[in-house]
């Protein structure tokens, strides 16, 4: 059943076309994935289906009886009442339920009842306390605490007012009412933007028990990955919809270019071969063929004729170092960090207790944990802008550091001026002449007049594509990076993926993007809170991702190194060997996995051609054809949907 409908949805600002002659259906438990660059006209698309602002043109059509539930990136205003007493307040109707319990309940135990009375009062009891717990009536605290919990709003935010919480806090509080309220179609703009990783896997248990149908803008391809079935992209002001996840949808995505720019490379070849004829035998002996291919190709270019693909508009990251470190980059022993007390007046606040360890040459290791729990608070002490607490840590010989900032602006280490150009930005890093400058900066998207716009008129996507120029250009050997993919499209998330893989060097990663430490990291540190006023603690797992995935679930035996003793240096050069042991097995997986994506993507292009001819033979009525396209097109359908089960089960299983 089809919840909405979009007929021809067109919307502008003024003289600004964001998006026209657009059409979507949304059906019941439809899990779709929005995806698109930023500033592609996203969110327009997706107020206008929330009903919070209307279109420039087209029509919407929502089924009858249905409640929409709409997220927005930035939060609503905040009332005077409590976090909780927000969320309770949805139950409102059910609690009154609860109050007529309790006063049949009192009319039940008054001795001036009579026994008919009582009688009554007990058959409507026994419907009405039936009813109340068909609705969840005696649930209701726990369903408030777990929500509140699962988003990370930790007990002591509860009872303060949603005025006085971050705007970062009282979106998590507005996503937990519409978890809260069920409604039949939930539109979600970003969710996972102020969320840590425990928080997210939460919402995606959440999600994937959804009982209704699923709309969410994401730059978090973890996230698509595991929560979507399909995928809508917004490009050129269309819209192109896609069968599967994320992943599915890259590799559909750029077949479908693929055959695009061949298609309109053959169709460039027709052209200049017919115009070509054309000017040679116009006024020869051919005329008349002449001028019959001239009235075709003008029909041809008039009603058949393909645009031209979109250009590439990628940033290009050209990541290296030349200077190598001692294999020893980074070692810590019974270190402390956190913040001194100020003269001498207030004690140290302990943050973070680092656990012994050695990062070695080569290494990625990923800073994982919520948020507050003193990662940034480790980066900033290795940069040398905190004094430890307790404790030493050393720099290997040799090492250079490159940092990548979260705020990319302020005072300190690898942090840019508000006020200056984005040219001024990169020549503080290296002091190249200005066409070198441009050009470099063009690699990053920053063209023309972009280069001499102020840092503080950029938008968040802007800012972290010029502090990534910078970070290229240092040729660090040791990188720390806090956030990378914050305000990142997802093709320039793809391309850093693919920049720091390539990179020859040594990474500390703080990140949240599941995805980048999939891909890239070779140990996890694991920051945890402390109790009550001790500090986080830190455990470290040599291994991947998805390994600590699987033992935390119980999958595996593996056993984490947890504030382990030093890893001696002699066992470095085996555990080496082994890393590539299991580097060959990974890669033989992925070979297979790819080869079955392949097969999947060939069988999913068959369907469309089916679709296709379908679509032909019932305008021609030949209903025959029909049918048996049909019967070929369900066929091919099971036979996709068979490969994507088996595909998931591959997948699962790469290390």
Do not use: C
């Not at 997706?46 to 009903?51: C, E, N, P, Q, Y």
Request: charged share 25%; no cysteine.
């Amino acid at each position: 059943m089809s919840l909405l409908v979009g007929n021809q949805l067109a919307k502008s600002y003024g003289a600004n076309d964001v998006f026209e002659n657009i059409s979507v259906r949304i059906e019941h438990e439809d899990r779709i994935g929005f995806v698109g660059a930023n500033g592609s006209g996203k969110t327009s698309l997706l107020r206008i289906l929330a009903g919070v602002e209307p279109s420039t043109a087209g029509d919407i059509f929502v089924a009858q009886n249905i409640r929409r539930g709409y997220l927005p990136q930035d939060p609503p205003p905040a009332g005077d009442q409590s976090l909780y007493e927000d969320l309770h307040s949805i139950f409102t109707d059910l609690l009154a339920q609860g109050e007529e319990l309790r006063g049949l309940e009192a009319q039940m135990t008054d001795p001036a009842t009579s026994d008919a009375e009582l009688n009554r009062i007990l058959i409507d009891y026994g419907h009405q306390q039936e009813a109340f717990e068909r609705a969840g009536g005696y649930t209701i605290d726990q369903r408030v605490k777990s929500v509140l919990s699962g988003l990370g709003l930790e007990e002591a935010l509860w009872h303060k007012p949603l005025a006085h919480l971050s705007g970062g806090q009282r979106t998590r509080a507005l996503l937990g009412r519409l978890l809260l309220e069920e409604p039949d179609l939930l539109l979600l703009d970003e969710p996972t933007n102020h969320l840590d990783v425990r928080s997210v896997e939460w919402l995606e248990g959440q999600l994937l028990a959804w009982k209704g149908a699923l709309l969410v803008v994401s730059h978090d391809r973890y996230f698509l990955d595991t929560v979507v079935t399909r995928v809508w992209e917004m490009s050129q002001h269309k819209l192109e919809s896609y069968r599967g996840n994320y992943s599915h949808f890259r590799r559909q995505r750029e077949d479908r270019l693929e055959r695009w720019r061949k298609e309109y490379e053959q169709q460039q070849e027709f052209i200049r071969e017919t115009e070509d004829f054309v000017r040679r035998y116009k006024a020869g002996q051919r005329t008349k063929e002449a001028q019959g291919r001239e009235t075709r190709l003008k029909r041809f270019m008039e009603t058949e004729a393909l645009p031209p693909p979109p250009s590439d508009q990628r940033i290009r990251l050209p990541l290296r170092t030349d200077i190598r470190s001692g294999d020893l980059v980074l070692r810590t022993r019974r270190l402390l960090v956190g913040y001194p007390g100020n003269d001498g007046n207030n004690a140290p606040t302990p943050i973070l207790a680092v656990p012994d360890l050695d990062l070695y040459r080569g290494k990625i290791a990923a800073l994982i944990g919520p948020n507050g729990a003193g990662k940034t608070t480790l980066i900033r002490t290795i940069l040398g802008e905190l004094e430890q607490l307790r404790g030493t840590f050393q720099l290997g010989s040799g090492v250079e550091i490159g940092y990548l900032a979260q705020r990319h602006v302020g005072a300190g280490f690898g942090l840019m001026d508000s006020s200056q150009t984005v040219l001024n930005a990169l020549l503080d890093i290296k002091n190249l002449d200005l066409v070198r400058a441009r050009t470099y900066l063009g690699q990053f998207l920053f063209r023309g007049e972009d280069v001499y716009k102020t840092i503080d008129s950029l938008s968040g996507g802007q800012r972290s594509r010029i502090a990534l120029a910078r970070l290229t250009l240092q040729g660090a050997n040791f990188l720390l990076l806090d956030e990378p993919t914050n305000h990142l499209d997802l093709d320039s998330q793809e391309i850093l993926q693919d920049a720091l893989q390539q990179f020859g060097g040594t990474i500390l990663l703080v990140t949240h993007d599941r995805a980048l430490v999939d891909a890239l990291a070779t140990e996890l540190w694991i920051v945890e809170p402390g109790e009550g006023d001790a500090p986080s603690r830190m455990e470290v797992f040599a291994g991947t991702w998805k390994q600590w995935v699987r033992e935390r679930n119980g999958e595996m035996t593996t056993v984490a190194t947890a504030a382990k003793t030093p890893e001696p240096e002699q066992n470095h050069r085996e555990q080496q060997r082994e890393e590539r042991r299991q580097r060959q097995t990974s890669a033989r997986q992925q070979s297979d996995l790819d080869e079955l994506e392949k097969h999947i993507h060939r069988l999913e292009a068959r369907v469309v051609e089916l679709e296709q001819k379908m679509a032909e033979a019932s305008q021609a009525q030949d209903f025959e054809r029909v049918q048996a396209i049909s019967n070929e097109h369900q066929a091919v359908q099971h036979r996709v949907e068979q490969q994507m089960e088996r595909w998931a089960t591959m997948a699962e299983a790469v290390v």
